[in-house]
């Protein structure tokens, strides 16, 4: 058990969890970056992409997200009509800090008819500045969407490079990154292949260029997860973030994994607690929510990469 809490007090808080989820109409949803034991008792545990698209079709009247905030954002953003509780407010993500609406404005400015693809990985006043959202699932997809030559991808300079290297296309990038995968580096990725010589490295494309060039399989978070489970081969070094072994490890009982560094931690994700969702349970709060003016704006760029 993987649980950073005892059997004991996770069966109590999910317990409580259950009632309160019931009496509230409450969803809800978590990352795989999430805490093993709030992944455990989330409604849906998944990617961004898969997270928004739950957040965009759910009936529930509150959405419990158990993730960072732009995620909980961006599902305020889809369902204006719904409750969105994001349990510890101050889960943020330091990558979406990287760019700011006023920035992009002024780069806007520079390079006039710069067509802007904004990874999810930002606030909704970012994305409201932007022509397309995409995730790390859907970046290549999205870039090939667009015509013309002038693209801007923000704010993640490694997602944006690994999209530019495949479709072998120009783009302009936003000096942005995730703190959590930048801690991974090349000796980790040596040391860790020297130790488990028949495994597979499996990357998240947040990691640098010279991280995913040693790479045998680059994807998303969900991407990972099909990858591993349809190989053949039995040991994988993962190289993201160290909540994904939770869910490894439940999809492929019988093959190992290794986190490619004890680094790969992102302590934004960690807030999350059970007793923490279970206080926003019941106080239904912290709540999110996004300026009507911004968020229509922010939906068209979301709408626009959910459609594709
Ligand atoms: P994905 O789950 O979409 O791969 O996102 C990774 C991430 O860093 C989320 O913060
Ligand atoms: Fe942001 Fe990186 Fe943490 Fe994801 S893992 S929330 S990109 S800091």
């Not at 649980?3 to 009632?19: M, P, R």
Request: negative net charge; glycine residues 4%.
């Amino acid at each position: 058990m993987d649980y950073t809490i005892s059997e004991e007090l996770f069966q109590a808080l999910a317990g409580e969890i259950e009632t309160l989820k019931k009496e509230r109409k409450a969803i809800i949803l978590a990352h795989y970056y999430q805490r093993p034991e709030v992944q455990d008792i989330a409604d849906f545990v998944g990617d961004s992409l898969q997270l928004s698209q739950q957040a965009a079709k759910t009936d529930a009247e509150v959405i419990v997200f158990c993730g960072v905030h732009f995620m909980a954002e961006s599902a305020a953003i889809l369902s204006p009509d719904k409750i969105v509780i994001l349990p510890e407010l101050n889960a943020g993500c330091p990558m979406a800090d990287m760019v700011d609406a006023e920035g992009l404005r002024a780069y806007k400015k520079k390079v006039p008819g710069v067509q802007v693809v904004c990874y999810v990985n930002s606030s909704a006043e970012v994305k409201a500045e932007s022509d397309i959202c995409c995730t790390s699932s859907n970046a290549v997809k999205v870039v090939q969407s667009l015509q013309g030559e002038d693209i801007l991808f923000i704010p993640d300079e490694n997602l944006g490079r690994y999209a530019a290297k495949i479709l072998d296309r120009p783009l302009q990038f936003w000096p942005g990154y995730c703190k959590t995968h930048d801690r991974l580096s090349k000796e980790d990725i040596s040391k860790a292949r020297e130790a488990h010589p028949l495994a597979k490295v499996i990357v998240h494309p947040e990691c640098r260029e010279d991280i995913c060039q040693e790479a045998d399989y680059i994807g998303s978070t969900a991407g990972l997860i099909t990858y591993a489970q349809n190989s053949e081969n039995k040991e994988f070094i993962v190289g993201t973030e160290s909540g994904i072994l939770h869910r490894l490890h439940q999809v492929c009982p019988d093959k190992e994994f290794y986190l490619a560094s004890e680094r790969l931690v992102c302590p934004n994700m960690k807030s999350t607690t059970l007793v923490k969702v279970r206080d926003a349970l019941i106080a239904l709060s912290p709540r999110v929510t996004v300026k009507e003016e911004i968020r229509v704006r922010a939906k068209e760029a979301l709408d626009r990469m959910l459609a594709l």
